[in-house]
């Protein structure tokens, strides 16, 4: 079946554009301001590293530029497109369409096979449901498991499991992949290899991805690395 190609847009130009978030958590006397003063331009076909120690801001951020939380002031714009301060229902919609999401536990349904797992998240995100199947075993086989796709999540190892979960996050192929700490709970061997799917998934599908580490290791992997302090972006190198 002919897959209709996304308009992709040119290597190098932004695809992701932060301008001036903050985001104050909680009112009156008590509040948190987790960012402040964030700018930020990616280009497309890279991957960017947060980092930061505990509390700095990387999740917050996280949720903002994958369109999961509303700033308290500024704007992010995804494909030229705003995606801060739309209502619930349009953000959730760019989300199911644009935005894939991996976090650090995985989040697989136990009873469910990977294959299973890939072709319900796809489901739920509404697609035509005549293509679901080609769409989950294309992405489980873009991230090496498609031999294991009957497998449920128990029957795997950790880093397997983490593919699974990032199969489940491109199938509706989205320009960017938001991924909050993905190899966190994983050893450095499986965290490689997740990494390394990463890296293909930004070379040869053209994806966008923005994740969290605190791995020296894998930010050495990352095009660019951007390390926030008090909600602050302190540096940014290439
Ligand atoms: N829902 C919330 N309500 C109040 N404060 C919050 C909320 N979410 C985050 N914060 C605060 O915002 C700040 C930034 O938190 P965030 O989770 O973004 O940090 P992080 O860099 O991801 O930390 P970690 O490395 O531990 O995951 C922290 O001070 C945190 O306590
Ligand atoms: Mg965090």
Known sequence: MPQIEREK?????????????????????VTVTALDQIHLAVPAGSM????????????????????????SEGCVFLRGRKITGLPETERSRIRRTDIGLVFQ????????SAYENVEFGLRVAGGPAKDNREAAERALERVGMRERMKHRPMELSGGEQQRVAIARAIAHRPSLLIADEPTAELDSKMGLQVMRVFRDLVSNSGMTIVLTTHDPGIMELADYVIALEDGKIVSQTA
Do not use: H, Y
């Open 9 to 29: 847009e040119r290597p190098g130009e932004t695809i992701l554009e932060a301008s001036g978030v903050k985001r104050v958590f909680g009112r009156g006397q």
């Open 105 to 112: 536990s995985f989040g697989l349904i136990p009873l469910m």
């Open 48 to 71: 960017v590293a947060l980092k930061g120690r505990s509390g700095s801001g990387k999740t917050t951020l996280l949720n903002i530029l994958g369109a999961l939380d509303e700033p």
